[in-house]
């Protein structure tokens, strides 16, 4: 692998990809530790320490993983990638609502390029409605629950204004790095942000851990860590190939199609979206309680306990039911709406292609659909139970919620953003007859 890494840099085409993708996640880091106008960055460094990392922010739990802990300090790129996930999955989903979005995914590079105007459009105005509630918030002192400090030093109409387009802004360059990446680096830039930022807080976050729990329950997370890693790349990798044969057929003097393939499906078919839905939908209530001010009343209501008793406390068993069952919902849910049985029978007999004792057309559908429903189960169980995992073993001897990005949606970003990106440059390799990373 080390030679294989000497020969990418020897290459100039693929040495310049690299050194620009490094470059550009090295500027991503620098504003993110780049405080807004007009935050108290010293109160904000003193409400963090008091409350333990920001663990209390529930709600942003999820947008501060991704942004590799900028929220929590209201940086320039505070508001990170999460706009445009969130905007590029709405467009995904409405693929099936709106038959326009349909049309325009099978018109080809015109249409994906209409589709990707229209992410951008959305994931601004995402951005702006995202940072008006996290401005609103810091100067409510919700943000970080716990600390009495004012995380604005002005509080002013026109103070808020300029953090919120300040983040905004960030927002769209972060956007503008990932598509940046993409085009003319390695890898998919939005996932290497986002890889770029969990991996930044992995020293910080070990480091409280050994601190705060002692040697024996850190080596006890270290181990548990290398484990889940070994077995999430162990099952990212597996697939189900289903054989496809292609019928000889001419084309005026050439002769094509003959050969044997297969159609892989993948165990986690996917990915890492079912568990930033559950998340999302699990944060949906202590958000309104936060907006609406209920979660500090004198005397809360039932529901009010409820709320923070079974949706908010990731350490109740109910929590974790919740969560697991969330999961396995949206990994068939979007597996659903993503891979469709009918569309790949008819790509296979349109090109003549079929599978083996199976007719084309609607018995290759239905087999399809079969062998789908199949592989889901275990890959949305696994899922669930990766997603989980922290909220198992973090929790020993008591302490609350970990942050270690070693678990749930972490792991499953820094795998697979880190295979694919080797295979990437493996490909890239092996195209100019250099040894490549897989032996």
């Known amino acids: 692998m080390l030679s294989a890494f000497v020969s990418s840099f020897r290459t100039p085409d693929l040495r310049r990809k690299i050194l620009l993708t490094l470059g550009v996640i090295a500027l991503y880091r620098v504003g993110a530790a780049l405080p807004s106008p007009g935050v108290d960055y010293k109160n904000v460094e003193q409400c963090i320490a008091l409350v333990s990392g920001g663990d209390n922010a529930g709600i942003y739990q999820l947008i501060n993983l991704f942004s590799g802990g900028a929220l929590l300090h209201l940086s320039v790129f505070a508001i990170g990638i999460m706009p445009y996930i969130t905007a590029s999955i709405i467009i995904q989903l409405l693929r099936v609502v709106i038959p326009r979005f349909e049309e325009l995914n099978k018109e080809g590079s015109a249409g994906q390029a209409k589709l990707t105007q229209y992410t951008r459009y959305l994931s601004i105005a995402l951005a702006v409605l995202q940072a008006t509630g996290l401005v609103a918030l810091a100067a409510r002192g919700q943000l970080l629950q716990g600390c009495t400090l004012p995380i604005l030093a002005d509080t002013s109409v026109f103070g808020m204004i300029i953090i919120v387009l300040v983040m905004t802004s960030g927002a769209a360059l972060i956007m503008w790095f990932g598509e940046i990446m993409t085009e003319r680096g390695v890898g998919n830039g939005m996932s290497l942000l986002i890889f770029a930022g969990i991996a930044s807080r992995i020293p910080a976050e070990g480091r409280a851990i050994l601190e705060s729990r002692g040697g024996a329950i850190f080596a006890i997370v270290c181990v548990a860590a290398l484990l889940v890693l070994i077995t999430v790349i162990f099952i990212e990798q597996g697939q189900r190939r289903i ?61 009010q306990k409820a709320i923070n008793t079974y949706l908010v406390n990731p350490a109740n068993p109910v929590y974790i039911g919740i969560y697991f069952a969330l999961i396995i919902f949206f990994t068939y849910f979007y597996v659903a709406i993503t891979f469709n049985p009918e569309e790949r029978a008819d790509d296979m007999k349109r090109y003549g292609g079929f599978i083996p004792g199976i007719r084309p057309g609607r018995p290759t559908a239905d087999y399809l659909n079969f062998v789908l429903s199949r592989i889901t189960l275990p890959g949305s169980i696994y899922l669930g139970v990766v997603a989980v995992l922290p909220f198992l073993f973090l929790n020993m001897g008591g302490g609350g ?39």
Not at 250 to 271: C, E, F
Not at 282 to 300: C, E, K, V
Not at 407 to 419: D, E, N, Q, R, Y
């Open 401 to 439: 919620q970990s942050n270690l990005p070693f678990g749930g949606t972490a792991v499953l970003i820094i795998v697979s953003v880190g295979l694919d990106t080797i295979k990437q440059i493996e490909s890239q390799l092996m195209q100019r007859n250099y040894e490549g990373f897989l032996k």
């Open 243 to 303: 054989p496809v044969q292609y019928a000889k057929r001419m084309v005026g003097r050439r002769m094509y199609g003959g050969s044997s393939t297969y159609l892989p499906i993948k165990v986690n078919q996917a990915g890492v979206i079912p568990v930033i839905f559950a998340s999302s939908l699990l944060y949906l209530p202590n958000l309104i309680q936060q907006l609406t001010g209920a979660a500090s009343a004198a005397d809360p209501s039932w529901w």
